[in-house]
């Protein structure tokens, strides 16, 4: 269970109020059904920006009949959140499992065919590196640099590559996307099955076409073009409602059509994203 309250920091008393009484109300229902919350296992953090989260000093929370000390970070659902939200806790904590399936897999892997070995780092590592990789959007530039060293080191693993020789050709040979384009290919496909329908409510309202102008329709509306709302910060422009629709918009026409199937689709977008990679070779 998640509970998310806003606050400004003036008013962060009075959110810690709300928050242990919005508890209180649920742990009472939880009980008239025979349930019961732990507070073992509940965490509270503040989460905004940097200059904000420093200036409150509050860091501890009543709750039910305990005190829940406020963290930095937190899991939920695998994926390791901080309070400021640059996903580096995520980032390291991907780095440092992905580097010990590979140790773990390097004396197993030498005995088996390619095909065999590419399956077992399809399912160790490339599957880390696409969970959720949608909120990696928009983090900084060392952190994409870490996450593609462990991709590079499993390429390398399977395919004997010294790490004289360059990368690019073998990741192509894999058919593996590098991970910032494995991100921009996540949301591009969570877009598409959006406008279709495919996805919740709460994403589909993010991935609104253009609407007509007048009595002349625009041109943007034709090529399926996406509104992006403005933002004020680049944490609101990594949201989904801002992310989606510009990589979406970033895609060629021919990709944007409703006639385009959903296999047919994720087979040309990666086409194109390999083609746009090569282009900056």
Known sequence: MEV????????????????????????????SSRLRLNSSKTQVMWLGHKNQVDKIDIRSVPMMSSTVVVVDSARDLGVVIDSR???????????????????????????????????????????????????????????????QSVQNAAARFLTG??????????????????????????????????LRGQTPSYLVDDCQPIADSGR???????ANVLSVPRTRSRLGDRSFSVAGPRVWNSLPASLRQPDVEFGQFKRLSKSFLFGEIAAHL
């Open 85 to 147: 939200l640059t996903m580096s806790d995520q980032v390291a904590a991907l780095c440092r499992a992905s580097y010990y399936q590979l140790r773990q897999l390097r004396p197993v892997a030498r005995s088996l065919p390619e095909e065999s070995a590419k399956t077992l780092v399809q399912a160790f590592i490339s599957c880390r590196l696409d969970y959720c990789n949608a909120l990696l959007y928009g983090i900084n530039d060392h952190l994409f640099r870490r996450l």
């Open 216 to 222: 002349r329709q625009l041109r943007s509306a034709d």
């Open 161 to 194: 590559t010294s790490r004289r020789d360059h990368i690019s050709p073998v990741l192509r040979r894999l058919h593996w996307l590098p991970v910032k384009q494995r991100v921009d290919y996540k949301l591009a496909t969570i877009v598409s099955k959006s």
């Open 4 to 31: 998310n309250v806003t606050t400004s920091v003036d008013d962060a008393a009075l959110a810690v109020d709300r928050l242990a009484g919005c508890v209180a109300d649920v742990g009472a229902w939880t009980s």
